[in-house]
Nanobody
Framework: QVQLAESGGGSVQAGGSLRLSCAASGYTYSRACMGWFRQVPGKERDWVAGIYLGSGGTYYANSVKGRFTISHDNAKKTLYLQMNSLKPEDTAMYYC??????????????????WGQGTQVTVSS
């Protein structure tokens, strides 16, 4: 069973950048789908970005396209989310998740069985 642990969250001003990391341990699958989701209190957990480890193909929600970049380091078994040009509406708890079944699209949270504990991102105006 895979375990995921996020890090890298924090507080930044609008226009700033942060890089989130998600370290995987335990059994990992080289052709897994991995994704970043975010959630604010009282709302559903929304998909932000995804990657298929088999091909390296990446996918983004419209709200972050052009500002966020998802990547994965196979040797380190670590997923990243580079977030640039941050906006106050990006404030949320960010979670990474993984699953083995493909195709990855659509990246709906109900299809992901393994989750990290989350890392908080706060963007002030």
């Amino acid at each position: 069973q895979v375990q995921l642990a996020e890090s890298g969250g924090g507080s930044v001003q609008a226009g700033g950048s942060l890089r989130l990391s998600c370290a995987a341990s335990g059994y990992t699958y080289s052709r897994a789908c991995m994704g970043w989701f975010r959630q604010v209190p009282g709302k559903e957990r929304d998909w932000v970005a995804g990657i298929y480890l088999g091909s390296g193909g990446t996918y983004y929600a419209n709200s972050v396209k052009g500002r966020f970049t998802i990547s994965h380091d196979n040797a380190k078994k670590t997923l990243y989310l580079q977030m640039n040009s941050l906006k106050p509406e990006d404030t949320a708890m960010y979670y990474c998740a993984t699953r083995r079944d493909t195709p990855c699209v659509p990246f709906v949270r109900e299809r992901f069985g393994a989750w990290g504990q989350g890392t908080q991102v706060t963007v002030s105006s």
